[in-house]
C-alpha cells in the first residue's frame, strides 16, 4: 500500500520562503506522476504543480515563477519550494500521485 507523507508546512509572512516535502513508502512511485494541490477554506481544491518520471513540470499559472517541484527518485520524495509567498497562497497542500493516491495534507498559512 502506498503512503505519501508530507513535511514543511507552516506559518510565514508575505514575501517568505517555505519548501514542502512529500515521502512515498510502501511501493516504487518514481515511475509515476507526482504533484501538488492545495484547497483553500471554503474553495474547491486546485492543482499547483506536476512533475513526471521525467521531471517534465507543469504549473497553475499563479504560481509560475514563484514555486517550483523537483523529484528525487533515489529518495521518492517530491518536494515543492515555494518563494515570494503570498497570502491567497493559504492553504492545505496535498500531494498526489498518479493512481488517485493522495497525502494528509499540510497548512501554509502566509500572513503578517
Known amino acids: 500500500q502506498v503512503q505519501l507523507v508530507e513535511s514543511g508546512g507552516g506559518l510565514v509572512q508575505p514575501g517568505g520562503s517555505l519548501r514542502l516535502s512529500c515521502a512515498a513508502s510502501g511501493a516504487v512511485s518514481s515511475i509515476y506522476t507526482m504533484g501538488w494541490y492545495r484547497q483553500a477554506p471554503g474553495k474547491q481544491r486546485e492543482l499547483v504543480a506536476t512533475?513526471?518520471?521525467?521531471?517534465?513540470?507543469n504549473y497553475v499559472d499563479s504560481v509560475k515563477g514563484r514555486f517550483t517541484i523537483s523529484r528525487d527518485n533515489r529518495k521518492q520524495t517530491v518536494y515543492l519550494q515555494m518563494n515570494a509567498l503570498k497570502p491567497e497562497d493559504t492553504a492545505v497542500y496535498y500531494c498526489?500521485?498518479?493512481?488517485?493516491?493522495w497525502g494528509q495534507g499540510t497548512q501554509v498559512t502566509v500572513s503578517s
Open positions: 498526489w500521485r498518479a493512481g488517485d493516491i
Open positions: 512533475i513526471t518520471s521525467r521531471s517534465r513540470t
